[in-house]
C-alpha cells in the first residue's frame, strides 16, 4: 500500500493542479489573477514546510547564536539572534571585520529566505560594497 505524501507534498501537487489545470479553465481577468496569488502562495507554503526548520538552524549558526534541540523553539530564538545581530550593527564600537561578517551572513539568510517565496532566485547577483 503506497504511503501517504507530506504535507509539502501536497500542498506543491494542488499548487501544480491550479496553476496547470485550473488556470486554463477560468476566463475571468481578476479570478485567474487570484488563483495565480493561491497557487504561488501554496507553492512557497509547501517550500517553506519542506525546508523551514533547516533554514531557521542556518540562520542561527550564520548569526553566532545556540541552536535549540527542539523546532518548536527555533522562532524564539531566531527572533533573539536577529535582535542581537541588529544591537551589534548598532553598537559604534562593532568592528569593520565583525560587520563585514555580518552582512555577509544577512545576504546569505536574506538569499535564502528570498529562494523560498521566489524558487528561481539567484544568490549569484553582485550587490555594490557600500562606497
Do not use: C, N, Y
Not at 5 to 12: K, S
Not at 78 to 104: H, Y
Amino acid at each position: 500500500m503506497p504511503s501517504t505524501p507530506d504535507a509539502p507534498t501536497l500542498l506543491a501537487a494542488i499548487a501544480r493542479f491550479l496553476a496547470a489545470d485550473v488556470l486554463q479553465e477560468v476566463q475571468d481577468p481578476a479570478r485567474r489573477f487570484r488563483l495565480r496569488i493561491a497557487a504561488h502562495t501554496l507553492g512557497g507554503i509547501a517550500r517553506e514546510l519542506a525546508v523551514g526548520s533547516d533554514l531557521a538552524r542556518a540562520e542561527l549558526a550564520a548569526l553566532g547564536a545556540e541552536v535549540p534541540t527542539d523546532s518548536a523553539d527555533l522562532p524564539t530564538a531566531v527572533a533573539a539572534a536577529r535582535r542581537a545581530m541588529v544591537g551589534r550593527i548598532r553598537d559604534p564600537s562593532t568592528g569593520a571585520d565583525e560587520l563585514g561578517a555580518l552582512r555577509k551572513a544577512l545576504l546569505d539568510i536574506e538569499g535564502a529566505s528570498a529562494a523560498l517565496g521566489q524558487p528561481r532566485f539567484s544568490r549569484d547577483l553582485h550587490i555594490e560594497e557600500p562606497r
